[in-house]
């Protein structure tokens, strides 16, 4: 067998390496920071699910990337993001749009952009880490007072019934454990007007069994709570949980459905 190149097998031998270390980077500010936060210290059961990677401004700033949250999402970010801006519809003329938790990348920056071009009365976005309020504001700051942020936790909304024309979530319940996805859920849906519009970006079970298999990998090392998304927790009949059709859904999925946009404009 024929040996391969020394400077083949120096750039083969960079390659993992590097990859190997992203890899124990992020397994660090993602899984590890959940067994360290729920065994070596105290926290608080409301944040005690979120990753390292959320909580300090410094691992915000280096990790909102484009790059970043296109690789973790198989270059599927801008299709996520543009199908969510576009169930925005049929306008947001003097219409209030909730985005609870913010959302790394450039997600909030278009649902700003859509509101103030068609003359939306606000933005308001929420999340649990004021420093991630923090870092949104900055990124949003060309909007002026069109854009507000609210610290709140998204399984128990401070605003009242039926306040807001849309409400988006973008990948936030793959994070919650099953119980804080369900009040989640329903939080979005207390929230909303007859005649508005929840829509979702999240994981969706694949149709190829090779996706599903490394997907299965990925969650078990990354994202502990996300495999519900594929077992035990279906979006749509949690939005309907009375299966009354007080919702009609529109759902958009991309990547042989490795992800979904979920609409659900709400009836009654």
Not at 238 to 262: G, H, R
Request: net charge neutral.
């Amino acid at each position: 067998m024929t040996a391969l190149p020394e400077n083949l097998m120096l750039i083969i031998t960079t390659i993992v390496a590097v990859l190997a270390s992203i890899g124990v980077f992020f397994l660090i500010l993602t899984r590890l920071s959940l067994v360290f936060q729920s065994s070596v210290v105290k926290s608080d059961p409301d944040t005690a699910h979120i990753y390292w990677i959320y909580k300090s401004p410094f691992w915000i700033k280096l990790t909102d990337r484009m790059f970043v949250v296109s690789s973790i999402l198989l270059g599927q970010y801008s299709k996520l993001v543009n199908t969510v801006v576009k169930r925005l519809n049929p306008s947001l003329e003097g219409k209030r749009v909730l985005q609870i938790s913010c959302a790394f990348g450039n997600v909030s920056e278009k649902i700003a952009e859509s509101c103030a071009r068609q003359n939306a009365e606000e933005f308001v976005l929420t999340d649990i880490m004021q420093s991630e309020l923090d870092n949104a504001e900055r990124k949003l700051k060309r909007f002026g007072k069109l854009c507000s942020y609210s610290k709140q936790d998204a399984t128990k909304l401070q605003f009242e019934d039926q306040s807001f024309d849309y409400v988006v979530a973008f990948f936030l319940p793959h994070e919650l454990p099953f119980d804080k996805k369900v009040a989640h859920i329903n939080e979005a849906k207390r929230v909303l007007k007859p005649g508005g519009k929840v829509v979702f970006g999240e994981f969706h079970k694949p149709r190829l069994k090779i996706l599903e298999f490394f997907g299965r990998i990925y969650f078990k090392i990354f994202e502990p709570y996300a495999t519900e998304m594929w077992d035990s927790f279906d979006l749509a009949e949690m939005i309907d949980d009375k299966k009354d059709d007080s919702f009609k859904f529109e759902k958009d999925t991309f990547l042989f459905d490795n992800f979904q946009v979920l609409a659900a404009k709400r009836l009654v």
